[in-house]
């Protein structure tokens, strides 16, 4: 019967670990807005790649209880209200200056997976008028993946994006990259945490980096030994 115990709490251990570490947050917003005008935003928990979209009451934890911000391209953080709707939650804001819009999500889920601590990240570029680059620095999230080139992106055109680990290159790590057409690929980035690759449809994108280490400490009044941080970028392909 112990034996039978052991393996049953392993099992369930292993199953909140594939659930959480399959899913993730991603934010669905246009890359192109207009001084002016209300843009929208929805922010999506699931499987990007198998176009799963969860509904609500089956989020992950406590990570319906994340915060959207919002950074306008003078750095000015602002905290978005959101709406829930069935498998997503909604907001909008109305940019005032032409630049570029950084969206952001960073959530540490108050349950951990066995004893592993989850944190879900996400962001995504908004461009108003005709920005000259993207200010990387105004997205604070730990762990992200940025474009440098604030332009719409085109089929068969080559994409080249960065990812980056508390403010260093996320060097020599797979990053994800899921089409709307079910398509999936990992790309390894290089020294400066760097990779690109050609869109072969049009549609969104979102990729998919992620750090997993040991590490020792309390959540929430429980023990962990390892962290695993998750952070997609959402981008348009026209």
């Known amino acids: 019967m112990k034996v039978l115990k052991t393996t049953l709490m392993a099992f369930l251990c292993l199953l909140v670990y594939t659930q959480a ?15 002016g005008t209300s ?43 959101t709406k829930a ?15 570029i819009y950084t969206l952001m999500v960073s959530h540490e889920a108050a349950e951990l997976g066995g004893t592993t601590k989850y944190h879900f990240i996400s ?10 680059k993207v200010d990387a620095t105004l997205n604070t999230n730990s762990l992200k993946v940025y474009t ?22 996320l060097a020599n790590k797979v990053v ?4 709307p057409e079910g398509w999936s690929k990992g790309f390894t980035t290089d020294a400066e945490g760097a990779f690109e690759f050609v869109p072969l449809w049009s549609g969104r994108y979102v990729a998919e980096a992620e750090n997993y280490e040991k ?24």
């Open 148 to 169: 440098a080139n604030p332009e719409v992106f085109g089929k068969s055109k080559s994409i080249k994006l960065y990812a980056q680990l508390n403010g260093q290159p």
């Open 85 to 99: 709707g069935d498998t997503y939650y909604t907001s909008s804001f109305t940019p005032e200056n032409d630049g």
């Open 39 to 81: 843009h929208d935003v929805k922010v999506y928990y699931g499987e990007f790649a198998l176009n799963e979209r969860d509904a609500l009451e089956k989020w992950y934890s406590d990570v319906k209880a994340f915060t959207l911000w919002l950074v306008a391209p003078d750095g000015t953080k602002t905290k978005l209200e």
């Open 123 to 132: 962001s995504a570029q908004v461009s108003v008028g005709k920005p000259a």
């Open 215 to 238: 590490a020792a400490g309390t959540h929430n009044g429980k023990t962990f030994d390892a962290a695993w941080i998750g952070s997609t970028f959402s981008f348009e392909v026209k």
């Open 176 to 179: 994800n990259i899921a089409s």
């Open 21 to 35: 570490n399959a899913h993730a947050l991603w934010i669905e917003t246009a890359t192109l807005g207009k001084k």
